[in-house]
């Protein structure tokens, strides 16, 4: 199987984030209310996505949330999630508070501001990392991985694996680390096991 490596264009990432966001404020307007919204309210609630949107969009685009490759999200782009959402978040709380100073008539409930925030990132966060979850495991599949032993089981040793895995994506499987020491041999270092070197030869007949 043939995996692309061509990335998704950053606006389609910018408009799934907008759907997202759009799914979310509408799950949080129907927990607020109990699953029941009547007309008015279901009325009202087209005014005020339009709005939460409009500030969702401005605030991504600030916040460059749609620029990583998803494929290869990590806890940095999470907190730049995070702290994007919040803003905006706070940014409603404080249209609504000169709203209400002024006598607009908008207003966001701030328990539907409270988990539209919760919703939203735990579906642009779930929806990154499924992405890249799928992507490693059609990667996977699609990869005659080699077999590497790694001699040595202290910190560098794990360093090595990590940049194995992480670099050479799935290509290499790291099979064992090998490591005379008394202390060390039969124990395990991230799930894989410290062999001594006259058990080497085993090892690898075993993984042919």
Known sequence: MLIT????????????????????????????????????????????????????????????????????????????????????????????????????????PRAVVLIDFMVSFFLMVLFRLSIKEMYHQLKKGSTIQQDVVIYGSDGLALIAKKALERDAGTKYKVIAFVDDGIARSGKKIDGVNIVKESELESILIHNQ
């Open 5 to 108: 490596q061509r990335n998704a264009p950053r606006w389609v990432i910018l408009i799934t984030d907008v759907v997202i966001c759009f799914i979310a404020l509408f799950v949080s307007y129907l927990l607020r209310f109990d699953f029941n919204l009547n007309l008015y309210e279901f009325s009202y609630f087209w005014e005020i996505s339009a709005a939460v949107l409009i500030i969702r969009t401005i605030s991504f685009i600030i916040g460059r949330t749609y620029q990583g490759i998803i494929r290869y999200t990590e806890s940095k782009d999470i907190q730049r999630i995070f702290i994007i959402l919040f803003l905006g978040s706070l940014s409603l709380l404080i249209i609504n508070y000169i709203a209400f100073k002024f006598n607009f008539s908008f207003n966001v």
